[in-house]
């Protein structure tokens, strides 16, 4: 896991925020310890556990950080197993969304495969505990929602992913967890990037590569 270097430094988009998996809220604070007042309160609300400030101050930083690189986080020690993001990503980019996103609404449209069921919801259930699952925002968030919602099944709209993107590759999660593993990798291979530790996609491209 990692800290903040500079707690009092607003972190890039979506600057502070951390996900309570329990309840599937973003909370949202001007501050980092707005933010963490923000969580106590919403865990003493809920019933959730811990809420002493110091114990929710380490979980908001190491939850930040894990979709940050070392020009805003640095390790808790020599054994530390954190996964820098790279530093200088944009959420949202729009050369990084169509890079991946446009080739699988192509792909969907014209009745391209997907993924197993069962394999596209494991990957929703993991993309909603990742940190990185970070709502659209913007002007570019109601089309982006529309597109993925006319090339993906009903019955594959998972709730999990639902307005989603993801921070560290920019894709659209509702497109990007229904997509098969050909176009994940394509698209991997023309801009390949580091992904938080547990995400799916390090076993998808570690299996492609053996």
């Known amino acids: 896991m990692a800290r903040l270097k500079h707690p009092g430094t607003v972190p890039p988009a979506p600057g502070y925020a951390y996900l309570q998996r329990e309840s599937r809220l973003t909370i949202h ?29 380490l979980e908001v930083e190491r939850q930040i950080c894990s979709r940050l690189g070392k020009d805003w986080c640095k390790a808790e020690g020599i054994d530390d197993e954190w996964i820098p ?20 609404w192509e792909w969907l449209k014209q009745g391209g495969e997907l993924a197993p069921l069962d394999e596209a919801k494991a990957r929703a259930a993991i993309c909603g505990d990742c940190p990185a699952c970070q709502p659209w925002g913007g002007c570019r968030a109601c089309g982006l929602s529309r597109w993925t919602n006319e090339v993906v099944p009903k019955d594959r709209q998972f709730s999990e992913v639902a307005g989603r993107g993801c921070a560290v590759c920019s894709c659209a999660l509702g497109t990007l967890v229904n997509a098969p593993a050909s176009v994940i990798l394509a698209a991997e291979a023309e801009r390949p990037l580091t992904y938080a530790k547990g995400c799916w996609k390090i076993a998808l491209i570690a299996n492609a590569q053996k």
């Open 29 to 57: 604070g001007e501050s980092r310890d707005d933010l963490v007042a923000r969580v106590i309160q919403h865990r003493q609300h809920k019933g959730y556990e811990p809420t002493d400030k110091a114990t929710v101050t």
């Open 85 to 104: 993001m790279p530093d200088g990503g944009d959420f949202l980019n729009w050369n990084k969304v169509k890079s991946f996103s446009a080739a699988a």
